[in-house]
C-alpha cells in the first residue's frame, strides 16, 4: 500500500461512498445500478486477496458467492428468520466453512490445476443446487421474498426499504469489507501472501507454512463472497439461482481484471465500468445481447494491452508524469570499476570499502534444542539416486558447532543435490540426517528451517516483485511468527523485534542504501547479497551457502567474501562455490565432493596440497 | 432395481461420450503440454465447430464436407489466434494466459451468438447412419454406434501423428522440454502454432462429429469445457494417454450415474477428482513435477 499514514485509504474510501449518490446520478447511474456495483465489489475484495495478492486465480468463486446467499435467503424466507443481518452473517459463516473444506481440494494442486479444480468444483455446486438441493433452493426459480433489513431501535423502527437507504447499507458493508481487507494486507498475511504469489518456493523455504496460507487465503474469498451473495439476495428481493453459474466467477475475474488486480479497488471500479458499459449499451446504444461481445472484446484488448487494469494504468500514467518511470533502471556499478582486474580491486578495496566495521553479527535464534552439545549436523549414509542416475552415494559427513566449511567439487560433484537433501528440499533415497541432535529425515523445508536449518540458493530466490525490506520482512517474519499464525488484523510493524531484525539484516548485508528498491531493480551484486540476506534473516543456527560468489564481478566478489566474513563470526556456515581462491581463504575446513562421493576432508593446506584433489580437477592444477 | 438392457445401453452411452471427451480433452492436453498455455477458449472451439459445420451443412447437405469444414475452420481459428494473441502471452504469468484465452471464449460465443442467434441447430446424421441397430442384445442407434467407429479413428490418427511422425517426435520433445527442443535447432514457434492448431481441430473435430447427437447452441463449450477439466485432472496434464483413459472414466461415471439420477452426475464425477487427487495428486498418468 502507498500511503503510510493511517486510515488515510479508508477515510477517503468512506467519503468516496458517501459522495456518490450526489454525483454518479448525474452521470445515468441507478441507485441499484449503485447498489449491484457495491455488491460486486465487495464480492471482488476477498477474489482480490486471493488473486492479485496471492496469485490464485480461481475460476470457482460462484460456489461461496451462491452458497452464502443461498443460505442467507433460506433462513429468511422458508425458515422465516426476521434479522437480516444475522441472517447474512450466518451466510457468510457458512460459505467460509465450505470454502475451507473446498480449499482442501483445491488447494492439492497450484497453477492451471488449481484454475480447472475451481471451475470443476463450481459446476458441480450449480448442479446441486438445481436438482439434489432444490426443495431447500427453489431449484431453478431461486428464492423469492428474501426482505429489506429493518433495525427496531426501541422508540422507533428504521425501514431499509428505499433504493437509497439499500445503497447506503450495502455502502456500509463495503467499507467494514474495505477495512477489514486493508487491516489483511497490512498484516503479516499481507506480506506473506504477496511472497507466496511471487516465489512459493522461496516463501515455504524460508519457514512459511504456504499450505496453510493458501488456505486462509481461500477462506477470506470465500467469507466475502458467501457475505456479497447473501447481501445480493436482500438486494434483488430474491435468491437467482444464477448467483451459481460460471458466468458469474466469469464475471467477477472479468471485473477485477479491468479493474486492476492486487489493488483490493480494482473488483470495484471493474464492476462499475463493466455494469455502467453494459446498461449503456443495451439502454442508450440498443445493442441488445451484442453488448457481451463488446465487452469481450474490450477485455481481451485490455488483458493484452494493459496488464494492471485500469488502476494499473492510472499508476503508472502517475509514475510516468512524476517522473518516476526514468528512474527505474539506474546504472549502479561505478564506471571507475569496470576495467578494474580481480587482483588490482583487491587492493584497493581496503581504502574504496572503507565501509563501517561490519555490525555484530546477529545472534541465531535461541531455539529451545540449543542445549545439544555434539555435532550440529550430522549425516551418515546419504544417498540420492534419480532414476539410474546416482547424484549422492553413502556421505557420511559431520560439521561442529561454530565451524566454517567449504564444499568443493567439480560440476556434478553432487554439491548442490548434497544441500538439497540437507534442508530436505528432496528427502534421501537412503541415509539418515541429524540437525543438533534431532532426526530431521523426511521433514518438510519450511520445518527445517523453523529448526534454524536454511539455505541460500544458487540461483537467485528472490521475491522480485517486492522491495528489498518487504523480500527480509517474509524471511524474518517466519523466524517471528512461526510458520504459521492466525494474526491478520494484526499490524506488521508491531511485531516485537521484528523492525530490528530487518534493519540489522540489512546493515549485515550493506543494502541500507535503498531499502524501498523493488528487487527486480537491483544489479546483480545486491540480489545476491539479498539472497543471503534472505537465509540470514531466518536468524539460522545453521546457515548453508550455495555458491554465495557465481555469477559475480571480481569487485563484487570482494564485497562478497567480507560480507561472509562479517556474518561467520558465531555462526555455522557451510559453503559451496567454485572459486576456491575466496573459499580456501574463507572457511576452516574443506569436503570435496566427486561423482557423489566425498573424495577428502582437510584444512585448506592439506586440500591444496591433494593429489587425489588436484587429479578430480582436470590437469591437476588448481583454478586459483 | 437395476434394469439390465437400460444399463448395458447406458455403459454403451458412456463409451461414445467417453471417446469424444477423450479426444477433445487429447486437444487440450496437447496444447498445454507442449505451449504450457491452458486454453479456457477449447470449448468455445468445440461449439465453433459444431457451428462452422453446421454452415458448411446447410450449403451443401453433405456431412463429409461439414464434418472436413468444420475440423479446418477451427484449426485455422486456432492458428491465427496462437500466431496473433497466444504467442505473446508465452512469457507472461499463467494467469494472464487464463485471462486472455477466457476473454477469446467469450469472443467466440458472443460472436456466433451474434451471427445465428441463441436457437439451437441441428445437423442430421449422414443418411446411411440413421435409425437403430440391433446388436443381437438390445438396439442402438445407427449414428452414435458410428461414432464411436469415427472418433476410435480420429484418435488413432492423433496417436499415430504424435507417435509415429517425425514432427509427432517433435511434440513429445516439446511437452518433455520445449526450451531444449528450441536449442536443438528447431523453430519451436512452427511446432507451437501446428501443435495450437492440432489441439483445436481437435475440439472443433469432436464437435461437428457430436452435431448429429447433441444439437449445437451457442453456449454449448461451457459444459464440455468442465468435463474436459475433469479429464484431464484424472488422467493428468499434458498426457495424452491420461486424456485418453481420463476421458473414457469420465464418460461411464456420466452415463451411469445419469441412468440412476441425472442430478448426481457431476457429483459423482467430481467424488472422482477428489479421489484421485487425495491419491495420485498428479493424475492417474501424469508425471510429478509438471503444474
Known amino acids: 500500500m502507498r500511503s503510510q499514514r493511517p486510515f488515510v485509504i479508508e477515510a477517503l474510501t468512506a467519503i468516496g461512498l458517501i459522495v456518490a449518490p450526489f454525483v454518479l446520478p448525474y452521470l445515468d447511474f441507478t441507485p441499484t445500478t449503485m447498489s449491484r456495483i457495491v455488491v460486486w465489489g465487495l464480492f471482488g475484495i476477498g477474489f482480490d486477496i486471493l488473486y492479485g495478492f496471492t496469485g490464485l486465480l480461481s475460476f470457482g468463486q460462484s460456489a461461496f458467492y451462491g452458497t452464502g446467499g443461498m443460505v442467507a435467503a433460506y433462513l429468511l424466507t422458508i425458515v422465516g428468520f426476521p434479522r437480516v443481518v444475522i441472517a447474512v452473517i450466518v451466510g457468510m459463516i457458512a460459505a467460509s466453512i465450505i470454502g475451507y473444506l473446498i480449499g482442501l481440494i483445491a488447494l492439492r494442486r497450484t497453477g492451471i490445476y488449481f484454475a480447472m479444480i475451481t471451475v470443476a468444483i463450481a459446476e458441480v455446486f450449480y448442479f446441486v443446487e438445481f436438482n439434489p438441493l432444490s426443495e431447500y433452493t427453489g431449484g431453478e426459480n431461486g428464492l423469492p421474498g428474501v426482505p429489506t433489513p429493518t433495525f427496531p431501535l426501541g422508540f422507533t423502527t428504521i425501514h431499509i426499504d428505499t433504493d437509497w437507504s439499500l445503497y447506503t447499507f450495502f455502502a456500509f458493508w463495503y467499507l467494514v469489507g474495505i477495512v477489514i481487507a486493508l487491516r489483511i494486507v497490512r498484516s503479516p498475511f499481507g506480506v506473506i501472501f504477496s511472497a507466496i504469489r511471487d516465489n512459493p518456493l522461496r516463501a515455504a523455504a524460508v519457514g512459511h507454512n504456504v499450505h496453510d496460507y493458501k488456505l486462509a487465503a481461500f477462506v477470506i474469498a470465500a467469507a466475502y463472497a458467501g457475505l456479497a451473495g447473501g447481501l445480493l439476495g436482500v438486494l434483488q428481493g430474491f435468491m437467482p439461482p444464477e448467483a451459481f453459474t460460471f458466468d458469474t466467477s466469469g464475471q467477477l475475474v472479468i471485473q477485477t481484471a479491468i479493474g486492476g488486480a492486487g489493488t483490493l479497488f480494482g473488483p470495484l471500479v471493474g464492476a462499475t465500468v463493466w455494469l455502467y458499459l453494459s446498461d449503456f449499451f443495451q439502454n442508450t446504444l440498443h445493442l441488445g445481447a451484442t453488448w457481451k461481445l463488446v465487452l469481450g472484446i474490450v477485455f481481451v484488448l485490455l488483458v493484452c494491452f494493459l496488464h494492471r487494469g485500469l488502476i494499473g494504468g492510472i499508476n503508472d500514467l502517475y509514475d510516468l508524469a512524476a517522473g518516476r518511470g526514468a528512474a527505474k533502471v539506474e546504472p549502479e556499478a561505478p564506471a571507475a570499476f569496470s576495467g578494474v582486474t580481480a587482483e588490482a580491486a583487491q587492493k584497493a578495496a581496503p581504502i574504496g570499502f572503507a565501509r563501517e566495521p561490519a555490525p555484530p553479527a546477529m545472534p541465531a535464534a535461541s531455539r529451545t534444542t540449543n542445549d545439544f552439545s555434539g555435532p550440529i549436523l550430522r549425516a551418515s549414509g546419504l544417498t540420492k539416486r534419480y532414476g539410474g542416475l546416482l547424484a549422492n552415494s553413502d556421505i557420511h559427513f559431520t560439521v561442529n558447532r561454530g565451524e566454517l566449511r567449504g564444499i568443493i567439487g567439480p560440476n556434478g560433484a553432487g554439491k548442490t543435490t548434497l544441500f538439497k537433501m540437507l534442508t530436505c528440499e528432496v528427502p534421501p533415497t537412503s541415509g539418515k540426517i541429524m540437525f543438533e541432535g534431532r532426526d530431521i529425515t523426511g521433514m518438510n523445508v519450511t520445518d527445517v528451517c523453523q529448526l534454524g536449518l536454511t539455505k541460500s540458493y544458487q540461483v537467485n530466490q528472490l521475491f522480485t516483485r517486492l522491495t528489498v525490506r518487504e523480500n527480509l520482512t517474509i524471511a524474518a517474519l517466519a523466524e517471528r511468527r512461526g510458520k504459521f499464525r492466525l494474526d491478520m488484523l494484526r499490524r506488521v510493524r508491531k511485531i516485537y523485534g521484528l523492525t530490528e531484525q530487518v534493519e540489522h539484516t540489512l546493515e549485515l548485508v550493506d543494502l541500507t542504501a535503498h531499502p524501498d528498491k523493488p528487487v527486480s531493480a537491483l544489479p546483480y551484486g545486491e540480489k545476491r547479497r539479498l539472497e543471503v540476506g534472505l537465509a540470514l534473516a531466518c536468524s539460522p543456527s545453521l546457515l548453508l551457502l550455495d555458491e554465495p560468489l557465481a555469477g559475480m564481478s571480481p569487485r563484487e566478489r570482494i564485497e562478497m567474501v567480507d560480507l561472509l566474513k562479517s556474518i561467520s563470526r558465531g555462526r555455522t556456515i557451510i559453503i559451496i562455490d567454485h572459486d576456491m581462491h575466496s573459499l580456501f581463504e574463507l572457511v576452516e575446513r574443506v569436503t570435496v565432493l566427486q561423482e557423489g562421493r566425498v573424495l577428502i576432508e582437510g584444512t585448506p593446506g592439506e586440500i591444496k596440497g591433494n593429489k587425489a584433489v588436484q587429479e578430480a580437477y582436470l590437469g591437476g592444477v588448481l583454478a586459483a | ?291
Open chain 2, 1 to 291: 432395481m437395476i434394469n439390465w438392457p437400460n444399463f448395458v445401453s447406458q455403459v454403451f452411452n458412456g463409451v461414445v461420450l467417453g471417446a469424444l471427451l477423450a479426444l477433445i480433452s487429447s486437444g487440450l492436453t496437447i496444447i498445454y503440454g507442449t505451449l504450457g498455455v491452458l486454453n479456457l477458449a477449447h470449448g468455445a472451439m468445440f461449439m465453433l465447430g459444431g457451428y462452422a459445420g453446421w454452415v458448411a451443412y446447410t450449403y451443401t447437405s453433405s456431412f463429409i464436407v461439414a464434418v472436413i469444414a468444420g475440423s479446418l475452420f477451427v484449426m485455422l481459428v486456432g492458428v491465427v489466434m496462437e500466431r496473433v494473441i497466444i504467442r505473446h502471452f508465452y512469457s507472461r504469468p499463467p494467469e494472464d494466459q487464463l485471462l486472455v484465452t477466457f476473454g477469446i471464449g467469450i469472443v467466440f460465443v458472443e460472436t456466433v451468438r451474434f451471427l445465428f442467434g441463441s436457437l439451437t441447430k441441428t445437423v442430421p446424421p449422414p443418411s446411411g447412419l440413421v435409425g437403430i441397430t440391433p446388436l443381437g442384445f438390445m438396439f442402438y442407434p445407427t449414428y452414435r454406434l458410428a461414432l464411436l467407429g469415427i472418433v476410435a479413428v480420429a484418435l488413432m490418427a492423433l496417436y499415430i501423428a504424435l507417435y509415429r511422425t517425425r514432427i509427432g517426435m517433435i511434440v513429445r520433445a516439446g511437452i518433455e522440454d520445449s526450451v531444449m527442443v528450441g536449442s536443438l535447432g528447431i523453430d519451436v514457434y512452427k511446432v507451437f502454432m501446428l501443435v495450437f492448431g492440432i489441439g483445436a481441430m481437435a475440439a472443433g473435430f469432436t464437435g461437428i462429429v457430436n452435431a448429429p447427437v447433441v444439437s449445437i447452441a451457442p453456449d454449448v463449450g461451457e459444459a464440455i469445457l468442465v468435463q474436459t477439466f475433469v479429464v484431464i485432472v484424472i488422467g493428468g496434464v499434458g498426457s495424452f494417454p491420461g486424456a485418453v483413459l481420463g476421458g473414457f472414466i469420465a464418460g461411464e461415471i456420466i452415463s451411469i450415474t445419469s441412468m440412476l439420477n441425472p442430478g448426481y452426475s457431476y457429483v459423482m464425477l467430481f467424488v472422482a477428482m477428489t479421489l484421485v487427487l487425495v491419491l495420485r495428486p498428479y493424475g492417474l498418468l501424469g508425471t510429478a513435477g509438471r503444474e
